[in-house]
């Protein structure tokens, strides 16, 4: 029965298994399908069910929140402060006072008496020129000069004797006069004798011998008075030679004194140039070079050394054309300017010199120096090329530290603000907008972040001087405000320096 049965199932399952690709015969039986898989679908269907009702009949579990994570912040209040808006610029220091040393005339130079970088006062010998022709020409000209007084001495002796002719031949046409006079007194005397004998002998009463006689005195009275006139003729002529030998004395004597004088004028002009061949001093200061070896030649105005004042240095710093004005305290019509665009704020001009420190290793630089300057001098023209004005700087050099050359920054103060908002630059941010800044402000027991719009005026170094957008008493961020939005609550971590009770609390959590 077993084997029956077996042999009927083989039988069957031989039955199923057909060859691939071979039909059943016809009117053969169909094989019967497995129900197996139908029912592992049906229990996973059943399962998916079952899962979907248990879940929309449980209750759902409470949600955790994670906690709120507020920004920490660092804050600061404002307050008013003194506040000086100033220039701060670059500038070289010059001595105060710079002179050139050069020869105004030629010559080879004999040797300093001065060493470089020593003081010297003003008109002390620095340098000497060979002077040894000079003083071989002033021995000539000593000599010369000698020479010529004597020649002045003849010439004055000469002219003394000619002036002693002059008054003889004066003398002897004095002596000439009164012979013509007496000459012509005995031709009148023998001329009316001659008239009264002729006159005699013409009435007979004297003989001829006696009117010869007569006539003969009248004719010999005729020559005499001719001959006193030449003589008179020959004193006139020896007082017009006294006169020209006078004068040819006085023209020897004045010929002799002006080449005493040409040589005394030459003695003069060599001891100019031996005056010149000293080099002084033009200022007192420091004698900084010396250009020229001693036994060189140095053609006139030949620099041969500097000489530096540095009691005093002086500053000349560029300003902008904007500030230049606000550096005039007597413009009257600045004050109303200042009190239109600058409110709050008084003109007070004041100038220092800072002398940067050393640097440090880890960066940055050592408090410099900073030495109080006087405004000497204002540009009234721009510079064409930078459109700044040359404003000049003076101040003492305390022991003579600084020097010619020395780079430093100049400090001009114009404005002051008695009560001023000044805040930390860091604090600032900077958009499309304008600049801007993030104040707590206290809400239900905590702070949030507010933005504000301000109106900056200058910066100077660290700290910004803000015109509109805070008051006195705001808490400004001034720290960790990077990413905040206005209305974002706060963590204040640090207000004025200190350490928030918040802080402290979390800390000991």
Not at 21 to 27: I, K, N, V
Not at 213 to 242: M, P
Not at 337 to 354: C, D, K, L, N, T
């Amino acid at each position: 029965m077993t084997d029956k049965t077996e042999s009927t199932q083989a039988s069957s399952e031989g039955s199923d298994r057909l060859p691939r690709g071979a039909e059943p015969a016809r009117g053969a039986p169909k094989p019967k399908r497995s129900a197996i898989p139908w029912l592992i679908t049906a229990g996973l269907a059943a399962l998916i069910a079952a899962v979907v009702v248990y879940a929309a009949t449980r209750e759902p579990a409470a949600i955790v929140q994670p906690p709120k994570k507020l920004a920490s912040v660092q804050t600061a209040t404002v307050r008013t402060q003194r506040y000086r808006e100033a220039l701060t610029l670059p500038a070289a220091l010059e001595a105060d006072r710079t002179a050139t040393l050069s020869p105004e005339l030629g010559g080879k130079l004999g040797r300093w008496l001065a060493k470089e970088g020593e003081a010297v006062k003003e008109g002390q010998v620095v340098a000497e020129f060979d002077t040894d022709t000079i003083r071989a020409n002033l021995q000539e000209l000593d000599a010369r000069k000698k020479s010529a007084a004597l020649m002045i001495d003849q010439a004055r002796v000469g002219l003394e004797g000619a002036r002693v002719g002059l008054e003889s031949a004066k003398k002897d046409r004095e002596v000439r006069d009164l012979d013509l006079r007496a000459a012509r007194s005995a031709l009148e005397l023998s001329r009316t004798e001659h008239e009264r004998a002729q006159m005699l002998v013409d009435r007979k009463v004297m003989d001829q011998a006696r009117l010869d006689t007569a006539r003969n005195t009248f004719t010999q009275a005729t020559v005499g008075v001719r001959q006193a006139e030449e003589r008179i003729s020959a004193a006139e002529l020896g007082i017009r030679a006294a006169e020209v030998r006078v004068r040819e004395a006085e023209n020897h004597l004045a010929h002799a004194r002006a080449g005493l004088d040409e040589l005394d004028a030459a003695a003069r002009t060599l001891g100019v140039q031996l005056d010149k061949a000293e080099l002084r001093a033009p200022i007192s200061g420091r004698l900084e070079e010396q250009l020229v070896e001693p036994g060189e030649f140095v053609a006139a105005g030949t620099p041969v050394g500097r000489l530096y004042d540095l009691r005093h240095l002086r500053a000349v710093v560029p300003v902008p054309d904007r500030y230049v004005a606000f550096l005039d305290p007597t413009n009257p019509a600045l004050a109303e300017f200042i009190r239109r665009s600058r409110p709050g704020s008084v003109q007070e001009v004041a100038a220092r010199i800072i002398v940067p420190g050393l640097p440090k290793l880890t960066g940055g630089e050592n408090p410099g120096l900073e030495i109080p300057a006087e405004i000497v001098h204002i540009a009234q023209a721009a510079d064409p090329n930078s459109n700044t004005f040359k404003v000049e700087l003076r101040v003492a050099n305390p022991g003579m530290a600084l020097k010619h050359g020395n780079i430093v920054r100049a400090r001009i103060e114009y404005l002051t603000y008695p009560q001023a908002v000044v805040i930390p630059v860091r604090a600032v941010q900077v958009t499309e907008t304008g600049p801007r800044v993030l104040v707590a402000e206290r809400s239900g027991g905590g702070s949030v972040a507010r933005v504000r719009d301000i109106e900056p005026g200058s910066v100077s170094e660290d700290d910004l001087l803000v015109l509109k957008g805070l008051k006195e008493g705001d808490r400004l961020i001034v720290a960790g405000w990077k990413g905040l939005v206005d209305g974002e609550e706060l963590n204040v971590v640090v207000e004025d320096g200190a350490l928030t009770t918040a802080d402290r609390d979390e800390g000991r959590r």
